[in-house]
């Protein structure tokens, strides 16, 4: 008989447990919390967190919270994945006077706004819940796209779209995220891999809309239309998405207990390297087919094949990973992304070669962006949920602003050659999975173990 059937009769009460049937993270537990012998020697203090909370693991108001998390990721995260056709859009027009390197700084700022906030938005979630944040998010990001198509000077871009823009995005990712972790624990992955999966097919139909309203009816009105889209598409998210944590005091944005959790820090480096050159290929996609004599009318149909790969590889692997582990299948995830910069982006010297890229790596850099959060969220309490996945994009948000200007600087210095920038974008992705390797031989040693 298992311990769950010995204790069947007792009240429920939740455990993070990591022995083989509880390695998925917080699930309903009966009676008794069970001893866990994965950690025994490892750290001084318990690894055993429980709390009160049941998860529906599904319902109306579940389902509900998983679509209107994909509709605020599709309108928001969808967008910024499309600064690529931005980037070559200002290089040919309103800043074709400033080097790639600097324009890069746009969207690079956009990415450490975004990650950054990370640790005060999960802060106030946990205290105040998703609605507030939510509506500020979706103000942020209306007022920035609109301000977006005014600007005339490089000053107001950085302002507008990279600064502004990121934390309107921060505002309604992660509260949206963290929502739907107190509504799923044996499916959370998968619920999340649905809900993120927005982000990439919003940045399939955004790169190809963007390039068309530009060309067709302008800049500035073209801007405009994308932002009135986009507030609709937000608004419909905001009266979808609940959360069921209760409501508490905030922790502070950066816990030192959580800093010295060796799980957590040791997957914090890696996603520290990851960060540092996995945006750069949908940053720099489209200039490298340009660079290939690629017409422009089909070189952003690259950055939408990239983006599309990202939406099975956010679905697939997610749902994948609820039964065989989300660390196990988040560090081959870091590795062949990398790996498929220095194998086939390297060599990609035609359409359908880059395209071959594109997908790969769209596929397994998303699988990437959608498991982290739920592996995050499995070495956590849910009271902390909120807090941890904050901490963890607030980390990584440095990495993330350099990785697009230093593959910028790159690019000047070897005078258009995109071969060192191909190489350090790839080498950083694997040297964080390396990382992100011992943080899961830290939860459970046995290699073949289900984390």
Known sequence: MSDNEKYQNTPPTICLSLDEESSMGPHVATGHILPDPVFS???NHSHVLNCSHEYP????????T?????LALFFTFGLMNAFGTFQAWYAAHQLRHLPASTISWIGSLQLWMFFFSGAPIGRLFDAYGPTGLMIAGTICCLTSIMFTSMCKEYYQYILSQGLLFGLGVGLLFYPSLA??????????ATALGVAVAGSSLGGVVYPVMIQGLLEHIGFGWGVRIIGLVSGVGC???ILMVTSLSSQRKPDPCFDIKTIADARFALLAAGS?????????????VVEYARHLSIPDHMSFYVLAVMNAGGVLGRIAPAYLSDSIGRFNLLTPSAFFSGLSCVVFWLFAKSLVSLMLFSSLYGFFSGAFISLITPCVAQISDIRQIGTRIGMLYSIISFPSLLGGPAAGALLARDHGSFTTMIIFSGSTVMAGSLFILAAKLVVDIRILARV
Do not use: D, M, Q
């Open 235 to 237: 608004i419909a998210a």
């Open 66 to 70: 998983v679509f209107g998390a994909f």
């Open 272 to 284: 520290c390297f990851v960060a540092l050159g996995l945006f750069i290929p949908f940053f720099y």
């Open 179 to 188: 929502s739907i972790s107190t509504h799923f624990s044996k499916y959370r």
């Open 57 to 64: 693991e599904g319902g109306l108001r579940a389902n509900l």
């Open 41 to 43: 020697g490892i750290s």
